[in-house]
């Protein structure tokens, strides 16, 4: 499978993103997908996952009900909107697939190259 993120940017604290990753392959829907984040100075940490399927979604803590993952299985897109955007949200957005939405990067298969997401002032 190969991932592509796109939609990083930057923008004003309390804005919004919606960030798109597309995949190629025929199982899209057979597996789930994530995004994770990189702040700078820190280790890439899990934001959000989305099962396979229908797909149950999970959060981080953090996100506060802030963020929401959606997947279009016929796309083969998944997606992030974030809404109400904190500095601390600064960082690189990866998304990745594997078999089940769990948190450690090292269970994921594939991962996309990033997106940068600045958030300031």
């Known amino acids: 499978v190969q991932l592509q993120a796109s939609g990083g940017g930057s923008v004003r604290p309390g804005g919004s993103l919606r960030l798109s990753c597309s995949a190629s392959g025929s199982t899209f829907s057979s597996y789930a997908l994530a995004w994770f984040r990189r702040a700078p100075g820190k280790d890439r940490e899990f934001v959000t996952g989305i099962g396979p399927g229908a797909g149950t979604t999970y959060y981080a803590a953090f996100v506060r009900g802030r963020f929401t993952i959606s997947r279009d299985n016929a796309k083969k897109i998944v997606y992030l909107l974030m809404t109400s955007l904190e500095p601390e949200d600064t960082a690189v957005y990866y998304c990745?697939?594997?078999?089940?939405?769990?948190?450690?990067?090292?269970?994921?298969?594939?991962w996309g190259q990033g997106t940068l997401v600045t958030v300031s002032s």
């Open positions: 990745a697939t594997g078999p089940l939405v769990v948190v450690r990067p090292q269970e994921y298969d594939s």
